[in-house]
């Protein structure tokens, strides 16, 4: 048996019952469909399988890799405080613009309708003046009039004003240069299940792992994933790069234009989530946001070194001159391995050599929603001079033994 009774197994006990009970009552009169008998135990075993459903249901949503729907929606609010994410609207800039030069100076106000030739709507989110005398563009931030992933829009297809607006010259027209952004659906449970497994380790305010948890919270964000800025010795620089991606599709992106359309357009979707970690950042540090898929990349030196050298020390500055290389890369932005080995030749202690970057061999091209990101954990260097070990690869407190 199951841990809970199936109808089956509920069945078999008001048989087993009825026939105990009542020696005139014969198996198969039970048994045969559409005897009396046969109805009346059916019955209570229908009752009894609902109650044992009902418990089913109310046991499976006490445990998170059970729970369902509103019931996993209680769960996480009740152990972790966590509310599942809406669904988001599109955001986007459209610019006005007229044919001839305004003769007056009007407002174009919050709320005014647009529209694009599918019938996909926005309203304006901002309240912007446009001068007499000018034929523009006047930029104007909107947001869809519904919410979900279907509201994002490819670049110059907002171009109608469904709306009126006070003083409006008749040659008036709109257009959004950029493809709208970070419309997304309604967080599904595997997602919220994720999120609320990660509570515990992410509360603590000011980690890598706190800030990806506070940015996968923001409506329409998928993914999130930190890296700090290190100085010239691997420390960190009190600066941290946070790379997040929304559910944008590949089809948005304009690819005719450098940079892509839509790497201008994240602007809006960085500011949200620049916002939402006003409680969790550590005081002091900065947060630069990215919006790019991150794509991961391992590097290895093969290092030489002058006599008399620090090797650890010039070691260690050589990846983090590589890191600090990579993570400064814009989206899209290829991995010039030449350009990188010759930011190698200012770390003091290096000698001169013509292989110092093993692998990759070559350049890492990626696509312009892709940005290439690494780590020291991820670069490693080996000396080229078999009297020169690396010993470790990094000195937290700079102390080294005196020599006997």
Do not use: H, W
Not at 93 to 117: D, E, K, N, Y
Not at 248 to 255: H, M, S, T
Not at 263 to 292: C, K, Y
């Amino acid at each position: 048996m199951a841990d809970f009774p199936t109808f089956s197994d509920l069945f078999r006990t008001a048989r087993d019952e009825a026939l105990l009970r009542n020696s005139k009552v014969s198996r198969e009169a039970v048994e045969r469909d559409g005897m009396d008998a046969n109805i009346l135990v059916a019955s209570i075993a229908a009752v009894g399988d609902q109650v044992v459903g009902q418990l089913a249901q109310v046991e499976a949503g006490t445990f998170l890799d059970s729970a369902v729907g509103p019931a996993l929606d209680r769960l996480v609010f009740d152990r972790y405080g966590l509310v599942r994410k809406s669904p988001a609207a599109s955001q986007g800039t459209v610019q006005f613009r007229t044919t001839v030069v305004a003769p007056t100076t009007f407002t174009i106000p919050i709320g005014v309708r647009l529209s694009t030739p599918d019938g996909t709507q926005f309203v304006t989110s901002d309240s912007v003046v446009f001068v007499a005398g000018s034929v523009g563009p006047l930029a104007c931030g909107v947001r869809s009039v519904l919410a979900g992933s279907n509201q994002n829009v490819k670049s110059l297809t907002i171009n109608s004003i469904v709306g009126s607006i006070t003083s409006q010259p008749a040659d008036l027209v709109v257009i959004n240069p950029y493809a709208t952004a970070g419309a997304d659906d309604a967080e599904i449970d595997a997602s919220l299940r994720d999120r609320a497994r990660r509570y515990f380790t992410t509360v603590r305010r000011g980690t890598l792992g706190a800030l990806e948890e506070a940015a996968l919270g923001v409506p329409g964000v998928r993914s999130a994933k930190a890296f700090e800025v290190i100085d010239a010795l691997g420390r960190p620089a009190r600066v941290v790069q946070l790379v997040i991606a929304d559910a944008l599709a590949e089809q948005f992106i304009d690819y005719t234009t450098v940079p892509a359309r839509y790497e201008v357009q994240s602007q809006l979707l960085s500011t949200e989530v620049f916002n939402a970690l006003a409680d969790v950042r550590a005081a002091g540090t900065f947060v630069q946001i990215v919006v790019a898929n991150t794509v991961l990349q391992s590097f290895q030196l093969g290092l030489s070194f002058n006599a008399g050298a620090d090797v650890n020390t010039a070691a260690l500055a050589a990846r983090a001159v590589i890191v600090d290389y990579v993570n400064g890369l814009s989206p899209g932005s290829p991995i010039d391995v030449v350009a990188a080995a010759g930011r190698l030749s200012n770390v003091t202690g290096l000698a001169a050599s013509g292989n110092v970057i093993i692998s990759p061999a070559g350049n890492v091209v990626s696509k312009p929603l892709q940005a290439l990101r690494t780590s020291l954990a991820l670069v490693t260097a080996i000396s080229s001079q078999t009297n020169q070990p690396i010993i470790t690869g990094t000195n937290p407190d700079a102390y080294s033994l005196a020599a006997n």
